[in-house]
């Protein structure tokens, strides 16, 4: 065999592994840094679209915190008894449960009940003193009561009465000019048809000039419209807070773009040359890009988004309709100015790369420990193992890794090795033994020890060849059992040695305390340490395929396949060992005879010497 490595140019798997492992650590940093502006770009972008969606969502929910509250307590106020009141004195006594509701929600500035019989009752909250100017209100009156009742003659009488926190009457005036008839008010007829709450669309109220809207639920005896005019005025406040950057708009519309809520109150409501507060439209914004993201994607449909260009500046824009529960369409409308957000991609990307860099510059040194610590012990491996080609089976694999596989090889080759050692040790035995029976022993404590089982018995045939008769018993560490085994007749088919012999391959089972008994293997198991759980028989066949003795295997734990699969490669030696010893006695008798045979022939010619021969001993 020839032992010449080969000559072609080879490369270690270690210098592999390195240069993959730099090249592909160069290859992604590569990658990242000359697609990362694009990468962060399109990333920021979606980021932002996302941004956008919940800012939507957080409006909305802002939105619905401030009307809630108020169509639960409209809720509630339909079953009062304020509803079904058919008189003054009886609508005044609910007036604590209609103070408590204005000091619980601060959104709501008056409760009122319009009667279909024309009359009306109204509570307001006055915490300004704009409205104790408009009113003429004293400077501790704290809620407005406004009353429309019908007189003996059907004559509408309207009043104000004043009262203090505490719900003392301050003042009673008779109003002569405040008499409406309040079906015909919208909040009233849009109620009076629908069992649901209703939502006006948001305006500005006359006395504060602050934008709000009209809840009004008919009551559930049908007598009575209860309504609330709850200002939105806050949303203002809360879209300042979602600007993303201070060039940024946002603001909230109706589908003709009256403003609903802009961070700059002074540009929602303006006072008209007739006096009466009027919303303004985006159009009149002193900031122009919300007219041109209106006019670009519109303000009704679905969600929108997309790039305007407005005076050579880009700007990332949307466009997303708000449900408020509102009779009309509201929508939110959002620019960001594309150099402001991009000014922060290039500083991230910039960061990125320095990261990037020092990370590839770090890993890199890393990077080959690892891989030496996988190549390490692989080199070692293949200089034991090229020690096998010499048959130089002595030394132990001393290689130790934290890596699993290279941990796992190494014990298989040392496994092996083991293996190997004892097949040339067992076949070492064979030659330098001239006792046959004690070879037979040092056999089956070879194999005991290759297998590294409990104990072995060695079986042999009888000269009838009808009885499987034990040769020896052995234990761990060469250490003969004293105990008696029954022999075993060849015609029990229920006996594992037997079946082993019928089908002629390895056998094991697993076995009961109780069971070792039965098969007469009690008093073996009382000798080991610890009670056997399975057997493993494996039968011995010489050259002419004749049966000459089975080796019985006892072990603690689940048999292996591998096991027997060594176990029957083991038993060839241990078969030729049994034949030779057999051709060996056979031989010896073969010669004793011959010299019988002689010595008979001797005697039969000479009577002088008649029976001498076959006296002498040798």
């Not at 042999?460 to 022999?487: C, H, Q, W, Y």
Request: without cysteine.
């Amino acid at each position: 065999m020839s032992n010449r490595k080969p000559t072609k140019l080879l490369v270690s798997i270690q210098t592999l592994l390195i240069a993959a492992s730099v090249t592909l650590a160069l290859a992604i940093g590569g990658t990242i840094l000359s697609l990362g502006y694009k990468g962060v770009n399109d990333a920021l972008t979606a980021a932002l679209e996302e941004q956008f969606e919940t800012i939507g969502m957080m409006v909305r929910e802002r939105a619905r915190r401030l009307i809630d509250p108020v169509q639960s307590q409209l809720g509630i106020l339909v079953h009062d008894q304020i509803t079904i009141a058919s008189d003054l004195s009886t609508r005044l006594s609910r007036l604590p449960v209609l103070a408590d509701a204005l000091k619980s929600n601060p959104t709501i500035r008056n409760i009122y009940v319009g009667y279909t019989n024309g009359e009306f009752f109204l509570i307001r909250k006055i915490d300004n003193d704009e409205l104790r100017s408009l009113f003429q209100l004293k400077h501790s009156t704290t809620y407005l009561v406004q009353t429309i009742t019908l007189g003996v003659d059907s004559k509408r009488i309207g009043e104000y009465r004043l009262y203090d926190s505490n719900l003392r009457l301050q003042e009673v005036q008779l109003k002569s000019d405040y008499a409406f008839d309040p079906r015909e008010r919208s909040w009233f007829q849009a109620s009076e048809s629908s069992l649901e709450s209703t939502m006006s669309p948001p305006y500005a109220f006359f006395t504060t000039g602050e934008i709000g809207v009209t809840i009004s639920q008919r009551s559930v005896s049908a007598s009575s419209i209860v309504g609330f005019d709850t200002t939105v005025g806050q949303l203002t406040s809360e879209v300042q807070n979602f600007r993303l950057t201070p060039d940024s708009e946002i603001a909230i519309t109706e589908g003709d773009g009256t403003l609903i809520a802009y961070p700059d109150l002074s540009q929602v409501v303006k006072q008209a040359q007739t006096g009466k507060v009027v919303r303004q439209n985006i159009s009149n914004l002193e900031s122009p890009i919300l007219n041109k993201v209106a006019q670009e994607i519109g303000l009704s449909g679905p969600y929108k988004h997309g790039v305007v260009e407005l005076m050579g500046r880009e700007w990332i824009v949307s466009s997303r309709p708000l449900d408020f529960g509102m009779e009309t369409d509201v929508r939110l409308l959002l620019a960001v100015p594309a150099d402001n957000l991009f000014a922060t991609t290039r500083k991230v990307i910039r960061d990125q790369s320095i990261v990037i860099i020092v990370i590839l510059l770090l890993s890199i040194p890393f990077g080959i420990l690892i891989i030496r610590q996988i190549t390490k012990p692989l080199s070692q491996l293949s200089s034991e193992v090229q020690k096998f080609a010499s048959f130089d089976f002595t030394n132990p694999i001393a290689v130790r890794s934290r890596v699993k596989e290279a941990s796992e090889l190494a014990y298989a080759i040392e496994r092996l090795r083991v293996t190997v050692s004892r097949f040339l040790e067992i076949n070492r035995t064979i030659a330098a033994e001239e006792d046959f029976n004690t070879l037979l022993v040092k056999i089956l404590d070879e194999i005991i020890a290759t297998t590294e089982t409990q104990a072995g018995v060695l079986y042999l045939t009888d000269n009838d060849e009808t009885m499987l008769v034990p040769f020896a018993s052995r234990i761990a560490k060469g250490k003969s059992l004293e105990v008696k085994i029954p022999t075993v007749p060849l015609s029990l088919r229920d006996s594992l040695l037997v079946r082993a012999t019928t089908k002629k391959v390895a056998e094991n089972m697993e076995v009961s305390r109780e069971e070792l008994d039965n098969m007469g293997l009690g008093e073996l198991r009382d000798a080991l340490e610890v009670s056997p759980s399975h057997l493993l028989a494996t039968p011995l066949f010489n050259r002419t395929n004749e049966l000459i003795g089975v080796i019985l295997l006892f072990e603690r734990v689940n048999i292996d396949p591998a096991l027997v699969r060594f176990t029957e490669a083991l038993s060839g030696s241990a078969a030729v060992s049994v034949e030779a010893r057999r051709l060996i006695a056979a031989q010896r008798e073969l010669f004793e005879s011959f010299i019988q045979l002689i010595a008979g022939a001797v005697d039969a010619k000479s009577p002088y010497t008649g029976g001498i021969a076959l006296e002498s001993p040798n």
